[in-house]
């Protein structure tokens, strides 16, 4: 049974994975693909969260987390569905930046 439906970074993810064949299989994969610790995703989703811009809903800022977007064209492809000016985008990517 589906208790809720919260979108998790890949950092969250490798926390509650928990052990076992598929684990690994999950695990591996994302490793492959993603190079932040689950503290340091963390710690950029509070920090994006942080910004207080009205149109990055929990979605957006999980799939920024995700996907670490390097430059305005990126942040663009994982957010299709918002319109952001070129002050959030800066403010978006100057938090990425760090990580």
């Keep these: 049974m589906i208790k809720s439906q919260d979108p998790l970074t890949y950092g969250e993810v490798l926390e509650l994975v928990g052990e076992g064949e598929r684990a690994k299989k999950v695990t591996g994969f994302i490793k492959e693909f993603y190079r932040l610790k689950a503290s340091e ?7 994006l969260t942080a910004l207080d811009l009205i149109k990055l809903r929990e979605e957006n800022i999980v799939n920024i987390v995700n996907f670490l977007p390097e430059d305005a064209s990126d ?3 994982i957010l299709p569905d918002t319109s952001l000016d ?8 100057d938090v990425v930046k760090k990580y």
């Excluded at 995703?41 to 920090?47: D, V, Y």
């Excluded at 070129?86 to 990517?93: A, P």
């Design 41 to 47: 995703a963390k710690k950029l989703k509070e920090e």
């Design 75 to 77: 942040l663009m492809k």
């Design 86 to 93: 070129q002050e959030e985008i800066t403010k978006i990517l």
